[in-house]
């Protein structure tokens, strides 16, 4: 728990910026909220990669998400419930299950469709929410850390520079 946080706080305050760091905590949403072993995970994946997107940033907020699906997925079921046996869309998703290729991305169970429609609905909200927050902490909280003295303390401390020094 102790790691997820620093980690955390290096990320916050490392140079990238911070619409790469909350595009890693958007991206995550998918990977977090949805089965991993899913065919669109491996395009989100791919996606991550390309894009300019903090790789730190994106893992940490998969291991948040994976935690907070759990309680999501109730959520996630109704929603993929709902669309899966709406009168109107049953010829389409009958259409989508015929071709070989969107029978691999497995969009006819509830969780996996539900907690796809869930995690494209917050993916927006999560990067302009995440963007703001991270400017705001760095204009205003990251000066006000760095000037404490327990902060001082634990940076002008040897254990400390031969963690900087291996890069952990």
Known sequence: M??????LFKILNSDSSPAQIALG?????????????SLHNFLILFLVFVIRVNLGGF?????VFTLLAYLLDPVSVEIGEQLLSHPELID??????????WRGFKFNHT????????????????FIIFTVLIRMYRIKLMAWF???KIV?????SKFYQAYERLGA
């Open 152 to 156: 001082k303390f634990i940076k002008a």
């Open 111 to 126: 969780l996996l469709i539900g907690s796809v429609v869930l995690a494209s609905i917050l993916f927006l909200p999560v």
């Open 59 to 63: 893992f940490l907020a998969s291991a």
């Open 92 to 101: 389409t998703w009958t259409q989508l299950y015929q071709s070989d290729m």
């Open 146 to 148: 760095e000037k404490l």
């Open 25 to 37: 905590f958007a991206f995550a949403l998918f990977i977090g909220l949805t089965p991993f072993f």
């Open 2 to 7: 102790l790691t997820m946080l620093a980690n």
